[in-house]
């Protein structure tokens, strides 16, 4: 049973920076495809962006690309999101979230972080 637990949320002004970083427990990321998700108050949860098993490919929804990256340190059982450019329409609770190799569904959940984007 893998844990994750999300930290680096909080309250920023539009145009600033936060780090999201997620830590596992109890199983090797190096064996899981990583993902971070969101969810806004009223909406449905969406992607965000996803990191393969080795980390050597990254996938980013056309509404962060170019803004935020998503990064995976196997050694430190980490999987981070470097968000740039905030705007208040990425205020939501972030999620991250492991899939085992070859389950083809995401496994595992974090319980999430508040992200707020002032204007």
């Known amino acids: 049973q893998v844990e994750l637990v999300e930290s680096g949320g909080g309250l920023v002004q539009a145009g600033g920076s936060l780090r999201l970083s997620c830590r596992a427990s109890g199983g090797t990321l190096s064996s899981y495809a990583m993902g971070w998700f969101r969810q806004a108050p009223g909406k449905e949860r969406e992607f965000v962006a996803a990191i393969t098993y080795s980390g050597g490919s990254t996938y980013y929804a056309d509404s962060v690309k170019g803004r935020f990256t998503i990064s995976k340190d196997n050694a430190k059982n980490t999987v981070n999101l470097q968000m740039n450019s905030l705007k208040p329409e990425d205020t939501a609770v972030y999620y991250c979230?492991?899939?085992?190799?070859?389950?083809?569904?995401?496994?595992?959940w974090g319980q999430g972080t508040q992200v707020t984007v002032s204007s």
């Open positions: 979230a492991a899939q085992l190799k070859g389950s083809g569904l995401y496994d595992y």
